[in-house]
């Protein structure tokens, strides 16, 4: 049975997400300041991310006290309370429509630093941003743009020129298709590069699962896709837009989630490491507990984009950052190269040695041939 009234359920999801989000923001931010000393592009990315889910749930707060949630017949004695809710949604679209889209955005950021110098990875990831920011753009102009006065979408007494519902319903239909593949893509691509490595299959599982929850995000995103319809539900446009914003709202706090998680190795890690300690001093007290490193993958979780390569695919050599070693012990993912050299004698060695020995050579064999010719 459907809910008379989903003001206070928009409200509780958008808050509560805001909140959550928050939480794990202020952790990764922790781990980027406190661990690695130092913010990439993505943590700048992601903060505006949070910034406008933040003002998703203000106005959503605002349009919900005005009725946001109910049915239209319920609120048609008070016809100014329908028109303010049908304003502050449809403003509150701006947020709803690029807080998932700089997620995407800051998601692909933080691939490109973790991905070796190969350029059709970097072109590909830098077409999947530019792709992401086209299309959120074009779709908060044709929104936007959709009324001439603007105010006259949500007020009826205003003689507006404005295009049929149906085309704003379409362009999000792509928008939403557009997004759901991308969250595909993102969720996908980081098991292409663990996959390769020398480390064990649990490993590469944890990680690949940990990159991926933009899985979630991708569910999410095809349940707002589907409820856009209500943009032409035009009978209780109030109760429809309520169902959408609060999928909107979760798909913005989805990918504000699966990117912010996997930079929290460092946290999680650590809480893994006392456990073990409190395990071994529990079982045995036969010396001092010493942590064990595991393998580590590929680079810091962070997109400081250090690979600079203008040739094929491969890693370069260069000095080793002292907080990057020193963050390593605490759990950051990193990129470790092994190189392998073998010292011999200088060339110069070898060539005179070659010359000596085809010199005795040579002097075996007079000295072979004189003695055949002494013997006959």
Request: contains cysteine; hydrophobic residues 45%; proline residues 4%.
């Amino acid at each position: 049975m459907a809910l008379k009234n989903l003001g206070p359920s928009v409200v509780a999801i958008a808050w509560t997400s805001t909140l959550l989000s928050g939480t794990v923001l202020f952790g990764r931010f922790y781990v980027r300041l406190r661990i690695l000393q130092r913010l990439t592009i993505d943590d700048w990315i992601v903060a505006i991310t949070f910034l406008l889910a933040f003002g998703n749930s203000i106005f959503l707060t605002i349009a919900a006290a005005w009725g946001l949630g109910q049915h239209v017949d319920v609120l048609a004695p008070q016809l100014d309370s329908a028109m303010y809710t049908i304003k502050w949604v449809y403003l509150c679209e701006f947020f709803g429509i690029l807080a998932p889209g700089f997620g995407r955005i800051s998601y692909a950021f933080l691939l490109l630093g973790l991905t070796p110098p190969c350029k059709m990875k970097q072109r590909f990831l830098w077409t999947i941003i530019c792709a992401q920011l086209i299309v959120d753009v074009g779709i908060i102009i044709i929104s936007f743009a959709q009324c001439k006065p603007i105010y006259g979408y949500w007020d009826n007494d205003v003689e507006a020129n404005c295009w049929p519902p149906h085309v704003q319903q379409y362009a999000g239909y792509f928008q939403g298709s557009v997004c759901s593949v991308v969250d595909l893509i993102l969720a996908l691509f980081p098991a292409g590069l663990f996959w390769n490595l020398k480390m064990e299959t649990k490993q590469k599982i944890s990680l690949s699962c940990m990159m991926g929850l933009g899985i979630f995000a991708l569910a999410a995103s095809i349940i707002k896709t589907i409820n856009l319809r209500a943009f032409t539900d035009t009978t209780d446009l109030t109760y429809a837009m309520a169902r959408l914003a609060i999928w909107w709202t979760l798909e913005a706090h989805l990918v504000l989630l699966a990117v912010s998680i996997p930079t929290l190795r460092p946290i999680l890690k650590n809480v893994k490491v006392k456990k073990r300690a409190r395990i071994n001093n529990n079982l045995e007290n036969n010396g001092p507990f010493h942590h064990l490193e595991d393998s580590m993958f590929v680079a810091d979780i962070s997109s400081d984009n250090g690979f600079q390569s203008k040739g094929v695919c491969g890693h370069r050599m260069g000095p080793i950052d002292t907080k990057d070693y020193q963050a390593h012990g605490k759990g950051v993912i990193r990129k470790d190269i092994t190189i392998s050299v073998t010292f011999g004698e200088p060339a110069s060695e070898v060539k005179e040695r070659g010359k000596e020995s085809k010199t005795n050579d040579k002097w075996e064999w007079l000295a072979h041939n004189n003695d055949s010719d002494i013997r006959d």
